[in-house]
Protein backbone atom coordinates (compact mmCIF):
# COMPACT_ATOMS: atom_id res chain seq x y z
CA UNK A 1 0.00 0.00 0.00
CA UNK A 2 1.62 3.46 -0.90
CA UNK A 3 1.66 5.88 1.61
CA UNK A 4 1.71 9.46 2.03
CA UNK A 5 2.97 11.05 5.74
CA UNK A 6 2.04 14.53 7.11
CA UNK A 7 1.61 15.74 10.13
CA UNK A 8 -1.91 16.89 10.78
CA UNK A 9 -1.44 20.16 13.08
CA UNK A 10 -3.01 22.46 13.05
CA UNK A 11 0.61 24.23 12.69
CA UNK A 12 0.28 27.90 13.98
CA UNK A 13 3.27 30.41 12.26
CA UNK A 14 3.07 34.26 12.94
CA UNK A 15 1.90 36.28 10.35
CA UNK A 16 5.18 37.02 8.26
CA UNK A 17 7.20 33.59 9.31
CA UNK A 18 8.27 31.09 7.26
CA UNK A 19 5.97 28.03 7.60
CA UNK A 20 7.66 24.60 7.02
CA UNK A 21 5.42 21.68 5.83
CA UNK A 22 7.05 18.74 5.71
CA UNK A 23 5.90 14.91 3.48
CA UNK A 24 7.15 11.75 3.48
CA UNK A 25 6.02 8.71 1.05
CA UNK A 26 6.53 5.04 1.10
CA UNK A 27 6.89 4.24 -3.04
CA UNK A 28 10.29 5.07 -4.02
CA UNK A 29 9.55 4.62 -7.79
CA UNK A 30 7.64 7.83 -7.21
CA UNK A 31 8.76 10.66 -9.75
CA UNK A 32 6.43 13.57 -9.53
CA UNK A 33 5.79 15.57 -6.25
CA UNK A 34 2.80 17.60 -5.67
CA UNK A 35 1.83 20.49 -2.82
CA UNK A 36 -2.18 21.56 -2.77
CA UNK A 37 -3.80 24.17 -0.82
CA UNK A 38 -7.17 23.57 -0.21
CA UNK A 39 -9.75 26.05 1.97
CA UNK A 40 -12.18 25.05 3.74
CA UNK A 41 -15.38 23.97 1.79
CA UNK A 42 -13.06 24.40 -1.38
CA UNK A 43 -11.64 21.55 -3.42
CA UNK A 44 -7.87 21.74 -3.50
CA UNK A 45 -5.85 23.78 -6.18
CA UNK A 46 -2.29 23.22 -7.37
CA UNK A 47 0.92 25.24 -6.11
CA UNK A 48 3.77 24.08 -6.39
CA UNK A 49 5.08 20.61 -8.51
CA UNK A 50 8.64 19.02 -8.38
CA UNK A 51 10.52 16.24 -10.19
CA UNK A 52 14.06 16.72 -9.16
CA UNK A 53 15.90 16.60 -6.13
CA UNK A 54 16.71 19.81 -4.44
CA UNK A 55 14.78 22.91 -4.60
CA UNK A 56 12.13 24.65 -6.38
CA UNK A 57 11.19 28.07 -6.10
CA UNK A 58 8.03 30.47 -6.88
CA UNK A 59 7.59 33.69 -5.56
CA UNK A 60 7.12 32.83 -1.42
CA UNK A 61 6.70 28.92 -1.70
CA UNK A 62 9.62 26.82 -2.05
CA UNK A 63 9.39 23.16 -2.35
CA UNK A 64 12.36 20.10 -1.76
CA UNK A 65 12.65 17.04 -2.67
CA UNK A 66 15.28 14.26 -0.91
CA UNK A 67 14.46 11.21 -2.96
CA UNK A 68 17.18 9.23 -1.15
CA UNK A 69 15.23 9.82 2.32
CA UNK A 70 11.57 9.58 0.32
CA UNK A 71 11.04 13.50 1.37
CA UNK A 72 9.33 16.64 0.15
CA UNK A 73 8.73 19.77 2.03
CA UNK A 74 6.80 22.88 1.21
CA UNK A 75 8.65 26.75 3.01
CA UNK A 76 6.07 29.75 2.81
CA UNK A 77 8.00 32.45 3.42
CA UNK A 78 6.85 36.07 4.68
CA UNK A 79 3.55 34.05 5.65
CA UNK A 80 -0.17 36.11 5.40
CA UNK A 81 -3.35 34.93 7.01
CA UNK A 82 -4.63 34.24 3.58
CA UNK A 83 -1.99 31.25 3.46
CA UNK A 84 -4.37 29.73 6.26
CA UNK A 85 -5.39 26.71 4.94
CA UNK A 86 -4.59 22.66 4.41
CA UNK A 87 -2.25 21.80 2.67
CA UNK A 88 -1.91 18.41 0.73
CA UNK A 89 1.11 16.58 -0.55
CA UNK A 90 0.32 14.68 -3.35
CA UNK A 91 2.68 11.74 -5.23
CA UNK A 92 2.55 10.58 -8.45
CA UNK A 93 2.64 6.39 -8.00
CA UNK A 94 5.07 4.81 -10.15
CA UNK A 95 4.61 3.92 -13.60
CA UNK A 96 3.90 7.15 -15.03
CA UNK A 97 1.41 7.82 -12.66
CA UNK A 98 -1.11 6.88 -14.89
CA UNK A 99 -3.14 5.25 -11.83
CA UNK A 100 -3.38 8.56 -10.04
CA UNK A 101 -1.78 10.27 -7.32
CA UNK A 102 -1.52 9.30 -3.67
CA UNK A 103 -2.34 11.82 -1.12
CA UNK A 104 -1.65 12.85 2.46
CA UNK A 105 -4.20 13.08 4.59
CA UNK A 106 -2.74 17.02 4.62
CA UNK A 107 -1.31 19.72 7.19
CA UNK A 108 -3.83 22.52 8.97
CA UNK A 109 -1.43 25.67 8.67
CA UNK A 110 -2.92 29.07 10.83
CA UNK A 111 -1.11 31.97 10.11
CA UNK A 112 -1.78 34.47 13.07
CA UNK A 113 -1.71 38.28 12.52
CA UNK B 1 -7.44 27.32 -17.82
CA UNK B 2 -8.98 23.95 -17.76
CA UNK B 3 -12.22 24.01 -16.50
CA UNK B 4 -13.86 21.17 -14.62
CA UNK B 5 -18.11 21.27 -13.36
CA UNK B 6 -19.01 18.99 -11.24
CA UNK B 7 -22.92 19.34 -12.33
CA UNK B 8 -24.33 19.45 -8.15
CA UNK B 9 -22.51 21.61 -5.55
CA UNK B 10 -24.79 20.03 -2.85
CA UNK B 11 -27.47 17.05 -3.32
CA UNK B 12 -29.42 15.35 -0.09
CA UNK B 13 -30.42 11.60 -1.29
CA UNK B 14 -32.34 8.82 0.33
CA UNK B 15 -31.12 5.80 1.53
CA UNK B 16 -31.40 3.08 -1.10
CA UNK B 17 -31.67 6.30 -4.36
CA UNK B 18 -29.46 5.75 -7.44
CA UNK B 19 -27.25 8.62 -7.59
CA UNK B 20 -25.75 10.43 -10.59
CA UNK B 21 -22.55 12.45 -9.63
CA UNK B 22 -21.22 14.32 -13.23
CA UNK B 23 -17.96 15.70 -13.89
CA UNK B 24 -17.24 17.56 -17.22
CA UNK B 25 -13.73 19.07 -18.56
CA UNK B 26 -13.24 21.13 -21.35
CA UNK B 27 -9.61 20.64 -22.10
CA UNK B 28 -9.59 17.27 -24.10
CA UNK B 29 -8.26 15.51 -20.99
CA UNK B 30 -7.55 11.74 -21.08
CA UNK B 31 -7.14 11.18 -17.33
CA UNK B 32 -10.15 11.58 -15.00
CA UNK B 33 -10.86 10.93 -11.83
CA UNK B 34 -12.96 10.31 -8.86
CA UNK B 35 -11.92 10.92 -5.10
CA UNK B 36 -14.23 11.11 -1.81
CA UNK B 37 -12.86 13.00 1.32
CA UNK B 38 -13.49 13.00 4.46
CA UNK B 39 -12.07 14.16 7.75
CA UNK B 40 -9.38 11.96 8.99
CA UNK B 41 -9.73 10.07 6.25
CA UNK B 42 -8.09 12.15 3.60
CA UNK B 43 -8.49 12.05 -0.19
CA UNK B 44 -9.25 8.49 -1.37
CA UNK B 45 -9.01 7.25 -4.96
CA UNK B 46 -13.02 5.82 -5.88
CA UNK B 47 -12.81 5.16 -9.75
CA UNK B 48 -10.62 6.54 -12.67
CA UNK B 49 -10.54 6.44 -16.51
CA UNK B 50 -7.82 6.86 -19.08
CA UNK B 51 -10.04 7.41 -22.03
CA UNK B 52 -13.52 6.36 -23.44
CA UNK B 53 -15.26 3.19 -22.15
CA UNK B 54 -12.26 2.77 -20.25
CA UNK B 55 -12.79 2.60 -16.45
CA UNK B 56 -10.33 1.08 -13.40
CA UNK B 57 -11.28 0.71 -9.79
CA UNK B 58 -9.34 2.71 -7.39
CA UNK B 59 -8.43 1.86 -3.41
CA UNK B 60 -12.43 2.21 -2.42
CA UNK B 61 -14.75 1.17 -5.06
CA UNK B 62 -17.48 -0.92 -3.33
CA UNK B 63 -20.47 0.69 -3.39
CA UNK B 64 -20.39 2.69 -6.70
CA UNK B 65 -19.93 2.81 -10.55
CA UNK B 66 -18.30 4.91 -13.45
CA UNK B 67 -19.37 5.50 -17.04
CA UNK B 68 -17.53 7.39 -19.48
CA UNK B 69 -19.05 7.75 -22.85
CA UNK B 70 -17.92 11.26 -24.22
CA UNK B 71 -13.81 11.86 -23.38
CA UNK B 72 -14.93 15.12 -21.32
CA UNK B 73 -17.86 13.39 -18.99
CA UNK B 74 -16.83 11.33 -16.43
CA UNK B 75 -20.22 9.83 -14.10
CA UNK B 76 -19.78 8.26 -11.03
CA UNK B 77 -22.58 6.68 -9.96
CA UNK B 78 -23.87 5.45 -6.75
CA UNK B 79 -25.61 1.95 -7.07
CA UNK B 80 -28.22 2.07 -3.95
CA UNK B 81 -26.91 5.37 -1.39
CA UNK B 82 -26.28 4.45 2.26
CA UNK B 83 -25.87 6.51 4.60
CA UNK B 84 -21.95 5.94 4.88
CA UNK B 85 -21.92 6.99 1.30
CA UNK B 86 -22.08 11.00 2.79
CA UNK B 87 -18.71 12.49 2.01
CA UNK B 88 -17.68 15.36 -0.36
CA UNK B 89 -16.99 13.77 -4.06
CA UNK B 90 -14.22 15.44 -5.90
CA UNK B 91 -13.74 15.00 -10.03
CA UNK B 92 -10.60 15.53 -11.49
CA UNK B 93 -8.94 15.50 -14.24
CA UNK B 94 -5.23 15.66 -16.04
CA UNK B 95 -3.69 15.39 -19.37
CA UNK B 96 -0.48 13.59 -17.81
CA UNK B 97 -0.41 13.38 -14.13
CA UNK B 98 2.94 12.64 -13.72
CA UNK B 99 3.85 16.29 -15.15
CA UNK B 100 0.84 18.25 -14.41
CA UNK B 101 -0.91 16.42 -11.93
CA UNK B 102 -4.84 17.45 -11.11
CA UNK B 103 -7.23 20.20 -11.57
CA UNK B 104 -10.03 19.54 -9.28
CA UNK B 105 -13.68 20.50 -9.62
CA UNK B 106 -15.58 21.86 -6.94
CA UNK B 107 -16.78 19.30 -5.38
CA UNK B 108 -20.16 18.04 -4.60
CA UNK B 109 -20.86 17.34 -1.00
CA UNK B 110 -23.67 14.82 -0.87
CA UNK B 111 -25.45 13.91 1.95
CA UNK B 112 -27.39 10.65 2.10
CA UNK B 113 -30.42 10.33 4.67
Known amino acids: QKEVEQNSGPLSVPEGAIASLNCTYS??????FFWYRQYSGKSPELIMF????GDKEDGRFTAQLNKASQYVSLLIRDSQPSDSATYLC?????????????FGKGTHLIIQP | DVKVTQSSRYLVKRTGEKVFLECVQD?????MFWYRQDPGLGLRLIYF???????EKGDIPEGYSVSREKKERFSLILESASTNQTSMYLC????????????FGSGTRLTVV
Open chain 1, 90 to 102: AVSNSGGGADGLT
Open chain 1, 50 to 53: IYSN
Open chain 1, 27 to 32: DRGSQS
Open chain 2, 49 to 55: SYDVKMK
Open chain 2, 27 to 31: MDHEN
Open chain 2, 92 to 103: ASSLAVAYYGYT
